[in-house]
Each structure stands twice: as C-alpha cells, then as structure tokens.
DNA sequence: TATCAGCACTCTATCCTATAGAGTGCCAGC
DNA sequence: GCTGGCACTCTATAGGATAGAGTGCTGATA
C-alpha cells in the first residue's frame, strides 16, 4: 500500500460504482463494466489506470489476474464513511416496525420480535442484546421465603421486567422480616439503576456496620447478595442465522461452523455488540475489523438503544460483507429508536 | 421390495456386520471387505449372493453398481432392534455425568448442562427439553401487586423453579386480598400437577359460583388466568448443533439450512420430541422415520426423563443416520435417569 | 444344492489437455 | 491525459483416457 496517490473526485465516484456494482452482483468488477456503469464517459482503459491506482492505495484487490476487482475491507470502510447515498427507509418497512415493534408484558418478547424483524427484513441474521441488568433501574423488590435459608428474591425493573433469584441466606428469615427488609430497599433505592444501587450498597455496608438497625442490616445484605452480578447473565437473541447460509461467500463449512460456533459461545458477540454502547448511532464493523476470525467474511452493522435516553442495549445486523449498506443502516437505525420506544414504560 | 426371501442367521450376521462397518467408516461396503471382517469364512461371491437377497429384501441398497451397499432405514431399522450389542458405558463418561449433572439453584442450569454433555460425548448435537410445566407440581403460587389491575403471579414448581408472568385483572385489588388469595391456593392446590389444579381451577368456577365467597372466586379466577397455558411455553435447550457441520452426510448446504431452521422453529422438534414422553426407555427415529423432511439424513435417540417418578421431559441426541448407536443408546439412557435425579428436590 | 473362481461389465473418480472467455498491463498515437 | 490495440495471464469448462472398485452371472466343484 502506497499512499503518495492522490484520491481525486473522479477516483472516488469509481471507487464507488465499482463497490455498489460488486455489492450488487457479487462478481469481480473490470474496467469495461465499470465503464458502462459511470456517466463518466472513460474508455475501459483509463479505467484500468484508476484501478490500479486504487490498488496501489490497498483499496480494491484483484482475486487473480484475469478477474475484475473486489474492494477490499479498506475500501469498504471509505465507501461507508465517505461516498455512501443512505437510501431513506421503505415505508413498508416502517409499517411493519410499527406494527409489530409494540410494548408487551414480556420484555423477551418485544426483543425476540425485533431480532426476528431485523432478520426477516435484510434476510440476513438479526441480533439483539437483552437491557443490561446494570444499566436499568430498580422499580420494585420483594423477598419470598422458600424453605430454611433460602430466599426467592424478584425484583422489577424499570422496563417492567420481572427477574428472581434464590437466595442462601446465612440465618433463616421470617416472613415478616423478609417484608420489613424489602420495604426498606425499596423506600431507600427504587428508581436508582442496579448498578447504583450495588454501589450504594456496598458503601453502605462498609461505612455504617454499626450504626445501622438490625433490620436494615440484613436488608442491606440480601439485597447485596440479591444484585451480585455473578456469572454475567449477558445474553442476546439471535435470529435468522440460516440466512447466512445462503451466501457464497460463507459457504465454506469451516467458516460456517466456526461462525455459528462463535454465535452460541455468544462470549464473543457480546464482548462486540459492548463495544457499541457507547456509540453515538450506528456503528460498523467490516470483516477483519471486529477482530474476531469468525466474523472475517461478515460485516455488523449495529445501533444502541435506549430505555428513558439511558442506553441499556445493542442491536443489529450480521450479514457477509458484501451487503447493501444503504439500505442496512438506516433500518438498524430506525429499529433501534423504535425498539426503545416499545420499551418505555408508558407511566 | 420382496419378501419371500428368507432371513436365515447368515444374512443377518452380514446384514450385522455390513451395519458395522458402514458406521465406522461411511463408505458402501463391498463383498469382499465383508468377507474378511466376518468370521464366517464365505468367499466374496457368496457374499453378493446374500447382499442381492439382502436389497431384494429392502435391507440394503446400492449407490451404483459399482459401489458396494449401504443400509437403508428398514436396514437401519433391522440392525438396531434385533441385531445391536449394546456397549456398557464408558467409565469416564459416567464420571463426567455424575461430577456435572448434579442438583442447582436454577433448573435451566442443569438442563444446559444436560445437552451439553449430551453433545460433547457424542460429538454431535443434544437437545433437552425444559420441564413440561402442565406435568410439574405446583409448590407455592405467590401475587404481587404492579400497577393498578396488573398483578405479577410467581409460582414455585416441584423441581424448585420459579416461574413468573404478569396478569391483567378486571380490577383491582388490595395487597392483602392478593395475600389471601394466595394462600387460599396454597392450602387447597400445593402439591397437584398444574394440569391438574387448572382442571380443579375450571371445575370450580363452573360448579360453584353463587356458593363461594367472594375472595375465594377472585382467587379462582386469578388461579386461571395464571395457569392460562397460552403460546404453549414449550422450549429445548440445543447444543453443539455445529457439530452436524462436520458430517459428510449433512454437508449439502440446503439439507443443512433446512435442518437448522427446523432448529430454531422449535415447533417440529418439539412435536417430535413429545411424541417419546410417553415411551417406556430409549425411542430411536432413524433418517424418514421421523416425518420430516429436514431430519431424514439424521437419526434421532431419545429417552424421557423423570421427576418424582413423573415423566416431565425428554432428551435426546441428533446426528447422522449413521450413528454409533451401540455407544449413543445407553449414554442417552443413563444421562436421562441422572438428569432426572438432579432435577429431583432434595427434600 | 451350496459354494466359489473367473470374467465381462458398469460406474466413478481422477488426471490431462484443449479451448474459450474475461480482464489486465503496457505502449504508442492522438 | 486519454484511448485503441495487443500480448499475456488466469480461470472455468468440457472432453477423453485410464485406473480402480465392485457387481452379476456362469459354469465347475464337492
């Protein structure tokens, strides 16, 4: 790669029609095709020299001598950053999302729902992340006794989720106490996020050991074991995986397998869908960019979503590289506001 | 097909052995390889005379003429129920059942677990099936007030697992006539299968509406509502579903996507897996046998398992009709009687 | 009558070769 | 700076030859 070229207009609008013309039929794109393709109205030849060019900038790659070329993953990253027309979303598509992307009782659901749209809409797999625990507030808290030292925790969150946990209390506990202890978690700390409540917990339990009640010491310590993250209980809901195995650059068995492998490890495509939290709209990864071997041949197109503007939660898309991003982004986009939105508590 | 043949101890010692052979090394078997593997001592035309007999009779049949022949499922069929020496377990293996399949706090732990080894021992994929909640004792049922006319309903099952869901009642109520409700269940229904108590539930109300107080019939009537089976709640756990990539036999990018959709589609399987609940031990669907188009190049081992003498679900391996079915028969067996007694309370 | 050696036949898999087609790089001319 | 022309390279495809595996059948044998 050799970056003394200059990457003039007429470059660029090559290097663009060559990666929509590749995206759309997957072949190797010559010169003469690209001729045809451009208003530009340069012979093949030239053409060949702007390619070459191109090549020399790491942008586009020949698979052998005699084949058009293909972009490269550099080249896919200027085509998104720089020369991408977004195309605005389809208004059946938004129907759709509306229709089906609705508050339910069961949060799982409007999630499963929305990883099954985004994957029958780009026919490609969908994924959405479940809201983190520790991102979302505490509404409510309950202690139910089970047998001897074992308690059923079940909180409520904000996005009227429902979690239980069982407890192994060190003493037994009576009913009563069980009560007396979640009304006082839940007078000091509902509406707090369950990080901030952990927080607030363990500070509490290191400063005032003394000086606090019986009562709302053994309040403050169920309710630390209670949030203990433990095994992180970080999951997402995938859909529409057989989709990929409809595409010819993933039909290599090795790749396939190691790709699916890495779908339910889920370790890895969690540890890539955490990356775009933070992110400010919609992220990409192309290929090798994720880092991860299993994604080489796949680009992710995701978008955080929100429950009351506090992010708890990623979607997106995973597909092969060669995809239509026009059309991909602004639907992960819109997916992602519309999913939130299904998530709000109406009160 | 034509049966006028007569299945002598011969044919079917080398029907046995043809099984065999084929298994462990998948290619067609031919007279002559037969003629060394077994002990009688028959030359390799012998052989192909019993071999035509054998595909007369349906039991095997020929690639093209100049391959050797393979099992059909009739063959298949033949060999498993007559013909297979079942294989002791391997030690190891039993060790590793009984170090990981023990009790835990959350059923779907052990269940994981479960298909897990499954799959792993196997190399191929296993799939258990979660408790069926209609043949599950009911323990302990528990409301809580959310918001107005939602109640959350929690209620404690036989193999310690708690499930939730929300109710929208007519109106609304009181915590303390939730309480009442609640233990009004508790006295008259713990203990029964929850098919059971929505079988009283729906006697109840049809019987004795003007007789019962007014709590009580709220309480009926909430009873119904949470144990509405609604979108039957029915689900498996599935694991190592890559292994199937491996497999020759399933290395058809079709078949393998039609196989993986019926996966995630859950619906087929489940009716598959449901029609070996009533089974008295191992259930084997070998290849067509099973109904659907997407398992016919595979074979399916199950076994139901048991809770408190109770078949509640069943677990199984998946994998190419050409399967170690002399390894596969007792590992899913044992591991079905060891899940059963993990999930078995302790009290 | 059951078994078996021998043989002609069939089908597959593999390798080699030839050929057509696509696309390139480079050069010389405008 | 652009372009037509041309030699070159590489791939994909088809055809043909060959080796190998395995069969079915026949006629001989005990």
Chains 1, 2 share one sequence.
Do not use: W
């Amino acid at each position: 790669m050799n970056n003394n070229q200059v990457l003039n207009e007429r470059s660029l609008q090559l290097l663009k029609a060559l990666v929509e013309r590749y995206i759309q039929d997957g072949q190797p794109v010559g010169s003469r095709a690209l001729s045809k393709d451009t208003e530009l109205k340069l012979s093949p030849a030239t053409i060949r020299n702007v390619m070459a060019d191109l090549e020399d900038m790491g942008l586009i790659r020949s698979p052998h001598t005699s084949a058009g070329r293909v972009p490269t993953v550099s080249g896919y990253r200027l085509f998104i950053d720089s020369l991408l027309t977004v195309k605005p979303l389809d208004s059946e598509e938004l129907k759709l999302l509306r229709k089906n992307l609705i508050a339910k009782d069961n949060v799982n659901d409007v999630i499963g729902i929305a990883s099954r749209i985004l994957s029958d809409v780009t026919r490609m797999a969908g994924v959405v992340t479940l809201p983190k625990r520790e991102l979302v507030s505490l509404r409510h808290i309950e202690f139910l006794p089970l047998s001897n030292t074992r308690v059923l925790v079940i909180f409520v969150t904000n996005e009227q989720e429902v979690h239980n946990k069982i407890l192994h209390t060190s003493k037994q506990f009576s009913p009563a106490q069980l009560q007396q202890a979640a009304n006082y978690l839940n007078s000091v700390y509902a509406g707090l996020s369950l990080a901030a409540v952990r927080k607030a917990v363990l500070k509490e339990l290191k400063d005032a050991q003394e000086q606090m009640n019986r009562e709302m010491l053994d309040a403050v310590q169920m309710a630390k074991l209670a949030l203990d993250p433990e095994n992180s209980d970080e999951d997402y809901v995938l859909s529409g995986e057989t989709n990929l195995m409809g595409f010819s650059e993933l039909s290599d068995m090795e790749r396939l397998k190691e790709l699916f492998d890495a779908f339910s490890q889920k370790r890895g495509v969690i540890h890539l869908l955490d990356q775009c939290l933070n992110a400010e709209g919609v992220q990409i990864f192309i290929g090798e960019e994720s880092g991860y071997h299993a994604f080489e041949q796949c680009s992710l197109v995701t978008a955080p979503y929100s429950i009351n503007e506090q992010v708890v939660g990623v979607l997106g898309v995973i597909g092969p590289t060669r995809m239509a991003y026009e059309k991909v982004i602004p639907f992960v986009d819109v997916t992602a506001k519309l999913l939130g939105a299904a998530l709000n508590p109406k009160t």
